[in-house]
């Protein structure tokens, strides 16, 4: 409550009554400070008798106590002055305020001198509570710790901006933020949604109260956290409503789930396919952000997605979805052209498995880094990363490397040496590359380059299958970049001096050849699944004929090998056909012919079909065995009528029968 209020609850009191009341002796301060002569009896202002109606002079109060800390900012002598010349006046008031101040103030110099000693210690004390809490890297990790593959920048590489995630953030920097604020004046305001750092929130959108969903900490290790998702009982049963639907083959099964339940993340990403598979963009964008929006808001309050240092097991089934969503949006966000916040999303993406990279971000996170005009980061990640994943083995970091070098020498106008030798070796270590990207581009080589064996149809036939994979994809993906007439001259400059090298017999060659039918043995799951669903179109014709036509559910594509499985979906009772009770055709026709048929006898009924009567003879009796008589001695009477039933002859009115009159009239 502020110093106003307080003055007015008490009634207005001078000077002297309040510091009576405090109890402070200020007579050899205010010696030689005059004191005003009192006119008359003062009659005293009556008290507030409710102090509630103290808090409607709430926003009036605030600013006086803004202007009243502004005040004592001053130094201590322009403040005594101006204390001394205010108690002259008529009322005592602002006189005791500020002498009131000048107390507060005074006693708070010395514990502000204590607390300004040594600044250092609380900062410390600080920062070894929040590592204890949050487990922080170690500066020299025990030798017990389990050995990582990461290094320890990795920290900083995998880092995400809040900023940078948000596409309308892109866009206001190319097109201008007055052109996008435009557009966002017609938009209400949402408020029946949380704020979201990987969506946007619609206000079209249906509140989310409970969407069944929770994180939790595993465990922490080395610096990084390990979370999971979690399904309450709700939720599993939505699940097994959702597969149901997925097995009938009916999106509109899917839609009934989602109108039950708007966040469901799984018919969420199903209907999101569907919808892109009719070409309706903007809804598949849009359910891939409320599946994100559900997540985020059952994030773990440790769950910290800017340091990089958050992990997410992928065998979970609960984990794979927010991988796919993430993998999903990211991808709509790049067609739309906004790369920076797809790079992010990548590095987002990447920190959840690094070591493991089950959606092989690694794929695609130069092509964005490129388009992005992010240089120095593609080129600081390669020489940290390079040392232990290899990824110069890999056709689209040693080409990209080799364009990030190149234009990162233009933009700052020195020798472009070392962006030619790089490209050379690429060339060298990929040379069907050359021949698939320049039909991509729609240019035609010239005569010595299409004639010559190293980049002739020869390099395609003879590199392992697996790199042609690799390759098709890092083709469809990133020849775009490969399009401008800068790019292409130097492309073609460096392939002239690879041919030469080639024809000098260069050790290189050779070394790069073995290197080819060394490795490229066989294609790992996660890249199956990159390029499933990446859509690339080049990639997926490259996939062999099992996997191309093997059924892959568009929710969970090729799942792991050693998934980890919470809670399994229960087996649906299966009735063998003719044996469904008393909907079963047999049971329906004896209870026609018999009306006494029971459900004991229908139970030894099926039994007899099934081939268990010995067993419901062991079990009911002699009556069970007359019952089987009696079913016995109705079929064969059954097959007796069936045999000798035949039309019965009309007489017709000439006297002859019907046969004999359609006989003549087809002769006739």
Known sequence: MSSRALRKLRGEQGLPDIVADLGVDISSEEEDVPQPVPSGKKKKKKPVQNPFDLLIDHDDSVEEDVEEDQENVEPDEHQDSLVTESLPQATGKTGGKKRKKKKKKKGGDKEDKGSQQNPEDDIDASIR??????????????????????????????????????????????????????????????????????????????????????????????????????????????????????????????????????????????????????????????????????????FHTLFNMTLGTCRLDYRRAENRSFYLALFKHLTFIGQRGCYRTALEFCKLLLSLDPDEDPLCVLLMIDFYALQAKEYKFLLRMYQEWEIHRNLSQLPNWALSVAMATFQLSREEEADEEEADDLLQKALIMFPSVLSLLLDKCSIHPDKEVENHHFFGPQAQVSQPEALGQLVALFVGRTSPLWKEPEVMQWLERNVKVVLERVDQADPLVEECRKKRQLRYQGTPRNIYRHIIVSEIKDATAALPRDMANAPVLSYDPLPPTNAIISYTR???????????????????????????????????????????ADEAEGAVGGQDTDLHRGIHALMDAMRDLLTNIQPANVPREDGRDSDEQEWDDEFD
């Open 129 to 298: 509570a929040v590592n204890e809490m949050l487990g922080e890297l170690p500066l020299q990790p025990a030798a017990s710790s389990e050995h990582s593959t990461l290094p320890i920048g990795s920290k900083s590489l995998l880092s995400v901006e809040h900023r940078h995630l948000s596409p309308e953030n892109e866009m206001k920097r190319i097109f201008g933020a007055s052109t996008v604020r435009g557009e966002q004046r017609s938009r209400t305001r949402n408020k029946q949604h949380k704020r979201s750092w990987l969506s946007q929130p619609k206000s079209t959108w249906p509140p989310l109260s409970k969407s069944g969903i929770s994180m939790k900490l595993v465990e922490t290790k080395r610096g990084c956290q390990h979370f999971t998702f979690e399904h309450n009982r709700d939720y599993q049963k939505v699940q097994f409503d959702f597969l149901d639907a997925v097995e009938s083959l009916n999106p509109n099964n899917i839609t009934a789930v989602l109108q039950l339940h708007p966040y469901h993340v799984d018919s969420l990403t199903q209907l999101s396919d569907v919808c892109k598979m009719s070409e309706d963009l903007q809804m598949a964008s849009e359910l891939i952000e409320r599946a994100l929006y559900s997540f985020e808001c059952s």
């Open 570 to 612: 229960p087996q649906r009772r299966r009735v063998p056909a003719g044996a469904e009770g008393e909907h079963s055709t047999l049971s329906l026709f004896l209870r026609s012919m018999m009306p006494n048929y029971s459900n004991q006898q229908d139970q030894n009924v099926r039994n007899v079909v099934q081939g268990q």
